[in-house]
């Protein structure tokens, strides 16, 4: 028997044109691109950009590294908005400014250290210290959220708590501006060997440490998650809260939980972005919280290993892309726009792949 399938509406016209020239810019901007590497003078490299010159492969390895520690924050950032949207449901808004809270309690703790000389006689204890310090401030920002703000509103419809999660995105933004003042805080100088290349990479020190944090972070949740009872609580939970209460697991203590370590997460990408930018304001948390967000769906909300990932896929893409797609392009001003860039992989992946890159886990009554 034949199937018959659904006439095409002018909507899916749309989307495969915007799914076409998607494509075809990407697709040409790299080709100009390779053309510029192999010689500036080629036909096809000048006839996109008169003004195209080789890019070195120095500097190709600093985009590359550059926008890998920035998307293992987002990737940190993106765990803690798919770890709550796959136990209640809901996307939690404010979660942006609980990154920021531990960014400024390791902007505070660090030049406190620094001011009692640990931060330049034992530079490891003391970012060691700064980071727990960030963590468990992070952490109790989260809970008290989730105690405060969300629980009261459980069962509601979800456009409640997701109105709540911006209004208390703003208590807390402005909230430290009262108490620290507006503007920038700088964190104290890290030491040479963090600021220097390493020798034999030709890294800098400290995008090294922020990978490496990050990665240890990520190890340590998936261990919990999937190695641990507390992890196969918050799975059940996920899947089904009441078959999950029926079995005799605690709810309201499994949510707290999934919050608590959310927020840690966030408390580790607050203290690696002072690390990593040097100063934070009360606004930090507001477009890095977006593009967490954004990735957390480009991997596929729901889906841990995919938020890491669509964090690494979103940073990468808005550090390169401007100079390997943007720039062959003859664009102007290229370097200005990598958060559009951001924004354009996240349209893009949802005109390819609608449910993200490693797909959705979502509970059942979602898929339902």
């Excluded at 890998?68 to 400014?97: R, T």
């Excluded at 799975?235 to 203590?253: C, F, N, P, T, W």
């Amino acid at each position: 028997m034949r199937v018959r399938h659904a006439p095409r509406t002018r909507v899916d016209w749309f989307l495969t044109f915007l799914r076409f020239s998607l494509t075809a810019l990407v697709t040409v901007g790299l080709l100009a691109f390779i053309g510029q590497q192999i010689d500036p003078d080629n036909f096809f490299a000048r006839a996109v950009n008169d003004d195209a010159s080789r890019l070195s492969w120095e500097s190709i390895k600093d985009l590359v590294v550059s926008g890998l520690s920035q998307g293992a924050m987002y990737g940190l950032i993106a765990l803690g908005y798919s770890m709550v949207y796959g136990v209640l449901g809901f996307i939690n808004f404010a979660h942006g400014e609980v990154f920021m809270v531990g960014a400024m309690t390791g902007m505070i703790t660090s030049n406190k250290l620094a001011d009692g000389g640990l931060w330049e006689s034992n530079f490891v204890l003391a970012i060691l210290i700064a980071i727990i310090v960030s963590v468990l401030c992070s952490t109790m920002t989260a809970v008290l959220m989730e105690r405060v703000a969300y629980r009261p509103l459980r069962g509601s419809p979800r456009l409640i708590p997701l109105i709540t999660s911006i209004g208390v995105s703003f208590f807390i933004q402005y909230t430290s501006a009262l108490l620290l003042g507006p503007g920038a805080k700088s964190y104290p100088q890290l030491p040479d060997w963090l600021r220097d290349d390493i020798p034999w990479l030709g890294i800098e020190g400290k995008k090294i440490v922020v990978l490496v944090v990050a990665a240890v972070s990520m190890a340590g949740l998936w261990y919990l998650v999937e190695r641990t009872k507390t992890g196969k609580a918050m799975r059940a939970v996920a899947e089904d809260k009441e078959i999950a209460s029926l079995m005799g697991i605690d709810v309201d203590r499994t949510i707290v939980t999934t919050f608590a370590v959310g927020g840690a997460m966030a408390g580790v990408a607050g203290i690696l972005w002072g690390i990593l930018f040097g100063s934070v304001t009360e606004f930090t948390g507001f477009l890095p919280g977006i593009k967490a967000f954004s990735a957390a769906v480009v991997g596929g909300i729901g889906n841990l290993g995919g938020a890491m990932a669509g964090g690494l896929t979103l940073g990468s893409s808005e550090s390169l892309a401007p100079q390997m797609v943007l720039e062959p392009l003859g664009v102007t001003g290229h370097t200005q726009l990598k958060d559009a860039v951001a924004f354009l992989v996240l349209i893009f992946v949802l005109l390819v792949k609608p449910t993200g890159l490693f797909g959705e886990r979502l509970s059942s009554e979602d898929r339902a």
